[in-house]
């Protein structure tokens, strides 16, 4: 992996958060890391890598989300991608196991297209800031992969 330069920009627009957050994209984009079975590390990491620091607003399908501390809204699909499941359904099934485990806890949204999870104990691990902002998620490409 190539040295990585903390940029002003990133400390401005994800503080407390980025750094970590684009080593966790570049592990889930690495596919000679085995993701299936195991004890779902991977996907509660990948999870974490999404969550909020921040009160903000997510909109999908037309539809404005509030997305809290320690929580995230996304699609099925997106999930799917990031868990590297060939199935949504085998997506649900991973959040299950996590949620049994009392690691997250979800609902789905929106004629089970989208979902909302939410890390249990988030605060306890993690700053939370006490201000409310516009999601520079939205757009996760080109929040991801802009560094």
Known sequence: MPAYQLQIKQVVDHPRCRIYRQFIRRLMEDRSIRASKGSGLFHYTA?????????????????????????????????????????????????????????????????????RYKIQNWARHNTV????????????????YRY
């Open 129 to 144: 800031l006490e201000y409310n902002a516009p999601c520079q998620k939205d757009t996760l490409s080109a929040c991801v």
């Open 47 to 115: 999870l974490c890598s999404f969550a909020n620091f921040r009160t903000s607003y997510r909109r999908l399908d037309g539809i404005s989300y509030t997305v809290y501390p320690g929580e995230w809204v996304c699609t099925l699909k997106e999930l799917s991608q990031w868990f590297r499941t060939r199935f949504q359904c085998q997506a649900l099934s991973i959040l299950e196991r996590l949620q049994e485990q009392h690691l997250i806890s979800f609902q789905t949204l929106g004629r089970g297209n989208v979902i």
